[in-house]
């Protein structure tokens, strides 16, 4: 075919009107750069297209139902049931959400972020962290207090979003229906009511910039994270379908709360109120939006936070609980430890009882637990290695405040860690070590008779550069 005669058998179009032409396997067979261009943009169109109905396809197989959910928190929170329930039917709509509106777009269902408050270490990020390992999506923790406006010194907002995209191994579109926990958002309440001239870029610019990532946008954000660069490589990430859940102590809200409902003040102990008692829980129970506004939130930031609950102070028989029933107990912790040294540990009533007063005297809650626990075990766990024949120890309640030892108990022969045979694990190096035992005595009943061996033996060679005499003809 004459060079003039070249067309794409694609589009028909001649060489002189095409960029460039393709020759293909066959002979005579051309395409143009245009046609795989086109080609290319079809492809990447059906890719994004099967993504997306095999991640809708992914969380309707396997979207718990709110029973579940609620079930599998009760393996690692103790009580805390109204906050468990409330999140556990919240995360289920938030999904179905997402599922359902590519069925129904004439329906459209409002994002449903939550915000718990509570007291330090009563479980408000552990709910978080089972939620993100039940349901099987990305899932990042972030701090509000390091978070400034634009332009200042320290983090912006999307780096909130950077963590999340590093949980889902930069796959922009796992990481769409991820988890964001944002802790100590209180931190971040307006200081004052009144004006003031500098500008409050860590407190309300913070609040302000936090809108539009939680009401749903397309955010920016720097893949490494750091400050933006006006030439630097910036990911694309929907935020609708990101599920954001606050936390926060909201130390003193209470005080906001009592002045509502009539309270002046909350002293000491319980007081009274139209016949009926309101402790500190009971007041957090019925926080409103109106108390978050007059704690320091703009009424923007708090509409977008449609669900609120409270979790409650932990009381002795909780403590107790969370140190001995969860799948995570601090208790069965270690007893496995310590079965790894070949004993058994045994906490009596009366030590339980000394380990969680000493808890509540830290005022931290389940996080208590975990320090006073080192402290009584930490001694134990630099001997136990090194403690021959003990098979149990016991710490009651003298143990725990320090008054006495551990109480041990011994066998004859203790079992090691890993329960080695005689001739398995260990058993080879005893007899290695009663072979070169054997050798040794041989050696020293050889060494009496010296005299009457040949020079080459092993007895007359430690004699060499001894006096006595060798006799060089043998």
């Known amino acids: 075919m004459p060079k003039n005669n070249k067309i794409c058998h694609f589009c028909g179009r001649p060489e002189n009107e095409t960029g460039m032409l393709i020759h293909g396997i066959f002979e005579d067979t051309y395409i143009c750069d245009s046609c ?13 297209e099967k993504e997306r109905e095999q991640a809708q396809e992914f969380h309707l197989k396997k979207l718990p139902v709110p029973s579940k959910i609620h079930k599998e928190l009760n393996r690692y929170v103790i009580g805390q049931e109204n906050a468990k329930r409330m999140v556990s039917v919240a995360v289920y709509n938030h999904y179905k959400r997402i599922n359902n509106h590519l069925s129904n777009p004439d329906i459209e269902i409002d994002k449903s972020n939550i915000l718990m408050l509570g007291p330090t270490g009563t479980g408000k990020t552990l709910i978080a962290q089972t939620l993100a390992r039940q349901l099987q999506v990305p899932f990042a923790i972030a701090d509000a207090t390091v978070l400034t406006e634009a332009g200042y010194v320290g983090e912006d907002v999307e780096n909130i979003l950077v963590r999340l995209l590093q949980a889902a191994d930069y796959d922009e579109k796992k990481a769409e229906y991820g988890i964001v926990y944002l802790d100590e958002l209180d931190k971040i ?13 860590s407190g309300e610019g913070v609040q302000q910039s936090l809108l539009k990532i939680l009401e749903g946008t397309i955010a ?13 490589k910036m990911v694309h990430i929907d935020t609708r379908n990101i599920l954001f859940i606050c936390g926060g102590a909201f130390d003193g809200i209470e005080d906001v709360i009592a002045r509502r409902i009539g309270k002046k003040e909350i002293g000491f ?5 139209s016949g009926k008692t309101l402790d500190k829980n009971a007041l957090l129970a019925e926080i409103s939006p109106e ?43 270690y007893q496995f430890l310590l079965r790894q040294e070949g004993m058994e540990l045994e906490l009596t009533e009366d030590a339980l009882q000394a380990i969680i007063q000493l808890a509540m005297k830290r005022k931290t809650g389940a996080r208590a637990l975990r320090a006073v626990m080192e402290n009584v075990m930490l001694d134990l766990m630099y001997r136990a290695p090194d403690m021959k ?19 041990l108990k011994k066998s004859e022969v203790r079992s090691p860690a890993f329960a080695p045979t005689n001739r398995g694990y260990g058993g080879q190096a005893e007899d290695r ?42």
């Open 389 to 407: 024949n003990v098979v149990k120890v016991t710490i009651d309640a003298d143990v725990v405040n320090g008054k006495k030892d551990y109480i």
């Open 36 to 48: 795989i261009q086109t080609a290319g943009e079809i492809l990447q169109l059906n890719e994004k």
């Open 291 to 333: 108390d978050l506004i007059q704690y320091g939130f703009i009424p923007e930031l708090v509409g977008r936070l449609a669900v609120l609950t409270s979790l409650n102070e932990l009381d002795e028989s909780a403590m107790i609980s969370i140190l001995t029933e969860p799948k995570n107990a601090l208790i069965k912790q």
């Open 220 to 232: 920016h954000v720097p893949p490494k994270g750091g400050r933006k660069h006006p030439e630097a």
């Open 433 to 474: 070590k009663s072979e070169v035992s054997r050798r040794n005595s041989e050696d020293r009943k050889l060494g009496s008779s010296a005299s009457s061996r040949p020079i080459g033996t092993t007895a007359d060679r430690r004699k060499i550069g001894s006096k006595q005499p060798v006799d060089s003809s043998q």
């Open 189 to 201: 309440a307006r200081k004052s009511a009144n004006p003031s001239i500098t500008r409050d870029v």
């Open 269 to 273: 102990g319980e007081k009274q109120q």
